[in-house]
């Protein structure tokens, strides 16, 4: 029996495109904390989102990956809301 070509920590389709989805977000957060015009809060909120993303790195659970990336998207759709406001 020939031996598996592909690495023992392959993702499957479904852990890849919810990789995608949790990069997407991280970059899109990121570009909205980019306009922050504070250089004290856009420092924080920068250090918050990298440290989210990086306490919630290991979860393999999908249900819970989902909630958080729908948790995420609400943050940043509010941040966005607030960053127009304070632009108008």
Do not use: C, H
């Not at 997407?24 to 306009?35: D, E, F, N, V």
């Not at 960053?83 to 108008?88: F, H, Q, Y």
């Amino acid at each position: 029996m020939a031996a598996s070509r592909l690495p023992p920590a392959t993702l499957t389709l479904k852990q890849f495109v919810r990789r995608q989805q949790v990069l997407l977000l991280y970059r899109r957060i990121l570009q909205a904390i980019r306009q922050v015009p504070n250089d004290s809060d856009r420092k924080y909120l920068k250090d918050w989102a990298r440290e989210e993303f990086k306490r919630n790195k290991s979860a393999t659970e999908e249900d819970t990956i989902r909630m958080m990336i729908t948790q995420g998207n609400m943050q940043l759709k509010e941040l966005e809301k607030t960053l127009a406001l304070a632009r108008s």
